[in-house]
């Protein structure tokens, strides 16, 4: 069977259709589990929906407050910690090239953001799976504890176009600067403006040919 089959295509999980398929980009955000309140979440949706009819535009007025509040630094921001931030990016890059291909990241002290290339044959959900389990197990044992490390789920958009992956790749990148943790993107040891810098996006990757086909060993 080919394995692309695995993959969901179009589906939802509560709000705006999501879109899992092999070759897309996709902008994901997952973060600690007490760096938002699912009852402040709740309530921002119940304003939300009495405020304005239309569902993107309410998704985006939410995102907006959910990065405020996660910029902000609630919770304990364990990933402040450079071993725990080191821990979460080793886990990124690990299967870069193979199961899907890194364009963006940043480890943000309760959140991080991803932004990649999806392969063939693992899907979206058992590639942020992968990441959470991997790192919960690994920052646990450092920590000597058997707590929920993650947040439940994950935020997904898929990239539309040139001009929506370069807002991505920017908001990414600047993400540590806009919440005060450096002075320029370089600056934060934890993402891909460091690791990677001076790199930048020159066109849109090929959504049909990933530039390196998963395979789940």
């Given at each position: 069977?080919?394995?692309?089959?695995?993959?969901?295509?179009?589906?939802?999980?509560?709000?705006?259709?999501?879109?899992?398929?092999?070759?897309?980009?996709?902008?994901?955000t997952f973060r600690l589990a007490d760096a938002l309140p699912a009852k402040l979440v709740l309530r921002w949706r119940i304003e939300l929906d009495h405020g304005c009819s239309d569902t993107e535009k309410r998704e985006q007025q939410l995102h907006r407050l959910v990065a405020r509040y996660e910029d902000?630094?609630?919770?304990?921001?364990?990933?402040?910690?450079?071993?725990?931030?080191?821990?979460?990016?080793?886990?990124?890059?690990?299967?870069?090239?193979?199961?899907?291909?890194?364009?963006?990241?940043?480890?943000?002290?309760?959140?991080v953001h991803v932004l990649i290339h999806c392969g063939f044959g693992t899907t979206l959900g058992e590639i942020v799976r992968s990441w959470k389990t991997f790192t919960a197990r690994k920052i646990n044992k450092?920590?000597?504890a058997g707590g929920k490390?993650?947040?439940?789920?994950y935020h997904d958009r898929y990239i539309r176009d040139l001009d929506h992956l370069a807002n991505?790749?920017?908001y990414i990148r600047n993400n540590p600067v806009k919440a005060g943790l450096c002075d320029k993107p370089e600056a934060w040891p934890w993402a891909s403006?460091?690791?990677?810098?001076?790199?930048?996006p020159d066109r849109l990757p090929d959504r049909e040919s990933p530039d390196s086909p998963a395979h789940d060993q």
């Open positions: 069977m080919d394995e692309g089959f695995r993959h969901k295509g179009w589906h939802s999980r509560g709000y705006l259709p999501h879109l899992d398929a092999p070759g897309e980009l996709q902008a994901l902000a630094g609630h919770g304990c921001c364990l990933l402040r910690e450079p071993a725990y931030a080191e821990v979460v990016q080793t886990a990124l890059l690990h299967f870069h090239g193979e199961r899907y291909r890194l364009l963006e990241w940043c480890v943000m002290p309760n959140h450092s920590l000597e490390l993650w947040a439940p789920d991505a790749r920017i403006a460091s690791v990677w810098p001076g790199r930048r």
